[in-house]
């Protein structure tokens, strides 16, 4: 396939249309907005045709609406998933929060569906300027209740489409939403890319509310309990298929790190950064490698901890907030190694030089 | 001639279910019936999917047989809006309280209706919030006594009733706005034939269709069925008045 040169937030697009997406309802916010733009380009170029008597582009892309807020976007998501559509909606943190009510439903009902977050700066209307401070936000509730998201973070325009597309197959599969976290600098960055092949994965949804046709039995999509009991039953169930992901979707890349002595880890932005720098220091004779989460829910706890068993005893991470992932790896760590953060918040992504001084400090 | 000759046989009802778990002499319960039978009259059941609301009637699903999902409080309409655009085909029915269509979910509602989304939204106004135990509604009269305004509702404090249909009645798009109200037979049949001609016009295809039905709650208004309706007819409609707002 050949190569294009795209910008991160028309990648997601490109990626969802490849991936059959059938609805998307949205409330503009940078830096997020492409997304939205990008598909009313091409759901109204395609009524366009129509009307011209042409095939549409996109057949499946029947729904394209823009919504009164980030409330009614997220509502109308669960309707969509409700009826056994493949639907998205994509944001920017502080549409993130707003969405969150609806996110908890959404993982209650079993509900699959992709959410796009631009993370940009926060708290509050903060800045648009990327940060990564929605990372507790995404991987650790957000909304009310015990539930959990699919979370992935890409670090590259290919990526953002790829990810997009696994996101789909992986919410239909199991029947729970998912969220693609990125930072504002992946949504804005332009850059070459190849669209990656991911077969559409059809699944069954006898579920879906549709109306009962040739149904005896009535589908309610609803989550709601008057004695615990029942309630204790669907949350096991639930509970289950959390652990049922966490043992088979965990995805991680590694860079370098048969020979480290010390790791870098970084998800998003920072991690191609980071990864920089970790060639920087090798000139330098430092055994230094890289780990980047690919899925910060399932989090890669296991190979924090196989490298810190007998290998590594020095962990540098590098993210862009106070520090919310640092958690997650020390969770992995477990105490086997020095773990040292640097934190870059604000709307400022860390440099290369930075990095190989952090590296160099811990030698 | 046999006795049971003389009486007319009515079909078995297919929707309602038979039952449901309201307070004696609620509206909700007499509202289902209608809705259901309405539904069975139309031969639309099986196409059916209700977005529940979340209030006293969050169990509606369990008594009206047909699909349905139970959304966030006030959010149907957008959840509405989904479901039909992407199921054409499909009847789509909200069903809403005051609480969950006027205060919470009041973009929504005005979103739905403005955009004259295909749907049909039944809006049950009790003025009052019923399942939460009886705390002020937007739609609470002046002088009405609640949890939240033991002294009675004060405009200074809180504002006004909110008048739902003279609200959306301000828009181009919806085709039919109608008040109406249970608290006779007579009104009781005006609001099966309100309730009828809604979701005719989404058969049709003719746009969106709102009947507000003005509706007691004598649990929290501490009175006795009786008292309620009596308050329904001669207080609520003075500040409700019953009619078509619109029709297109
Ligand atoms: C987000 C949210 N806020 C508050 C509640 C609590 N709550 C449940 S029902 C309700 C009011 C319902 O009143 P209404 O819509 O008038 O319905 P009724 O019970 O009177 O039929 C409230 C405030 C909730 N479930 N969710
Ligand atoms: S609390 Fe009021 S609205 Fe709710 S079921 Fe009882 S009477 Fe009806
Ligand atoms: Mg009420």
Redo the contacts between chains.
Sequence with gaps: MSRVYMKGNEAIVEGALRAGL??F?GYPITPSSEIIEGLAERFFADRERERRGEKPMYPKF??F?Q???E???I??????A??G?R?MTASSSPGISLKQ??IS?IAA?ELPCVIINIMRGGPGLGSIQPEQGDYFQAVKGGGHGDYKLIVFAPNSVQEMAEHTMLLFNLTDKYRTPGMLLADGYLGQMKESMEFPDVPIEEYEKPWA??????RET???????FLTPEPMVEAKTRLLQKYKQIEANEVRYEDYKIDDAKILVTAFGTPSRVAKAAVDQAREKGVKVGLIRPITLWPFPYQVYADLTTHQIDRVLVVEMSFGQFVEDVRLGVEGRAEVKLYARYGGIVPTEKEILEKIMELV | MRVSALIPKYPEPETYMGHTHYCPGCGHATLHKLLGEVVDELGIRKRVIMIEPVGCSVLALKYLKFDGIQGPHGRAPAIATAVKRLRPESIVITYQGDGDLAAIGTNEIIHAANRGELFTVVFVNNAVYGMTGGQMAPTTLLGQKSTTTPTGRFAEFCGYPLRVCELLNTLDAPVYLERVSLFDVEHILKTRAALKKALLNQIEGRGFSLVEVLSNCPTNWKMTPEESWEFVKNEMTKVFPLGVFRDK
Aim: aromatic share 8%; charged share 15%.
């Design positions: 059938e609805g309802f029947r729904v609406l919504m009164e807020s409330l009614a976007s509502n109308a998501v669960m309707g969509g409700s009826v559509c639907v009510e609806g439903y009902c509310a549709t109306g009962m046709g040739d009535q589908n309610t999509i609803e989550f709601l």
